[in-house]
T-cell receptor
């Protein structure tokens, strides 16, 4: 079992719709969770971080965390073509390490 | 957000030569930096953790003698790919986080092509 799993997609949504991206992780001791956006040929950029159960909203983005189910998601409201990118879920494991474990990413395509 | 600068953004080298990539934290001190490699359509794979003033910690399967890491100051880490071969062609990315912060910020990445 991979440590961090994502559906590779592509996930295709029409412009203006809500895009829902999902991620599961295997380490129950994980404390910190991150969503990154990566455009083709570019390095990842941090979109959201979440540390406690529940929802966290930032503009059009909402991160959701359920530690009991070992599940974290990202919702993008009012999707725009410029949101088309690969979204990477990253998890910081329990313990003193600052290492981030990345999922394989979900490719999102927003259709105009 | 924190700024991490990586140089060069791309490099082409001949097989057998060595290439050095620099990673700088511009507005904060980073005791730890991370080096990743990303092949096309794949996710980031952590290669090593660079620790200021001490030896780097390499992930399983990464040759420490081939990928030399030096973290001589709190703002600079370097990765040297020694005796590069075409299979080393990849996108190399560094990251660093502020002390006390678990969010990592990435450099722009370096696309290495070995011919």
């Amino acid at each position: 079992q991979k440590e961090v799993e994502q559906n590779s997609g592509p996930l295709s949504v029409p412009e203006g719709a809500i895009a829902s991206l999902n991620c599961t992780y295997s380490d129950r001791g994980s404390q910190s969770f991150f969503w990154y956006r990566q455009y083709s040929g570019k390095s990842p950029e941090l979109i959201m971080s979440i540390y406690s159960n529940g929802d966290k909203e930032d503009g059009r983005f909402t991160a959701q965390l359920n530690k009991a189910s070992q599940y974290v998601s990202l919702l993008i409201r009012d999707s725009q073509p410029s949101d088309s990118a690969t979204y990477l879920c990253a998890v910081k494991g329990g313990g003193a390490t600052n290492k981030l474990i990345f999922g394989t990413g979900t490719l999102l395509a927003v259709q105009p | 957000g924190a700024v991490v600068s990586q140089h060069p953004s791309w490099v082409i080298c001949k097989s057998g030569t060595s290439v050095k990539i620099e990673c700088r934290s511009l507005d904060f001190q980073a005791t730890t930096m991370f080096w990743y490699r990303q092949f096309p359509k794949q996710s980031l794979m952590l290669m090593a953790t660079s620790n200021e003033g001490s030896k780097a910690t390499y992930e399983q399967g990464v040759e420490k003698d081939k990928f030399l890491i030096n973290h001589a100051s709190l703002t600079l880490s370097t990765l040297t790919v020694t005796s590069a071969h075409p299979e080393d062609s990849s996108f190399y990315i560094c990251s660093a986080g502020r002390m006390g912060s678990t969010g990592a910020f990435f450099g722009q990445g370096t696309r290495l092509t070995v011919v």
